[in-house]
């Protein structure tokens, strides 16, 4: 069972991967594209029922895997080392709602911030960047492959992140990183059963709630 209670700072990286940056018609960005998500976003993904919104448009799922800073950065230390621990979560996105206030150039927060909008998973040992890299991950909808990912087809790295984050941002421990989702988002539907798996590993469950 994941302990989600010390987490400080929620940054997530959008378009990481580059099909999924094409599948919404987006341009894959040169630098990474860093967004926030509110700590009372977090549910925990336990096999229990996530309640979202159903009433303002499509709610998508994006699969992340999710990084927890341990300590913070000191001089000459490789930004991988700051990560303690990694688990799978969702960033739940009110696509709908995102395209208006996209049109409009209005922050993002009310399409991604919404209470329950950040499911984690268990947390497990963080590998360390090249060990995570030869790893895969999948989101099971339904008993069907709904994404598949590998770490290895992101667009920037961990180290990349920690250090882009860091030096613009801050992190310090408790943060978390959700470091972008593969193709094959989709709308959410209410019952829907998701399964959240690194590997053979399930780290994540839940019954979708639209209310």
Partial sequence: M???????????????????AVELG?????????????????APMNGETVTIPGSVGEVHFELEIVLRVGESYKPGMAPDDMFDAMTLGLDLTLRDVQSKLKAKGHPWLAAKGFK?????????DYPGEADLKEGEFKLIRGGEVAQHGFP?????????????????????????????????????RDGDVLEAFWGERKLGSCTISMT
Wanted: aromatic residues 8%; glycine residues 10%.
């Fill in 26 to 42: 987006n341009e894959v960005p040169e630098e990474p594209m860093v967004f926030t998500k509110p700590s009372h976003a977090v």
């Fill in 116 to 124: 329950n909008s950040a499911p984690l998973g268990e947390w497990i």
């Fill in 2 to 20: 994941a302990n989600h209670t010390h987490i400080q700072n929620m940054y997530c990286i959008g378009r990481n991967y580059r099909l999924h």
């Fill in 152 to 188: 290895k087809d992101m667009l920037f790295g961990v180290s990349e992140l920690a250090k882009h984050i860091e030096a613009n941002f801050g992190l310090g421990p408790g943060d978390l990183i959700f470091t972008g989702t593969p193709a094959g988002v989709a709308a959410l």
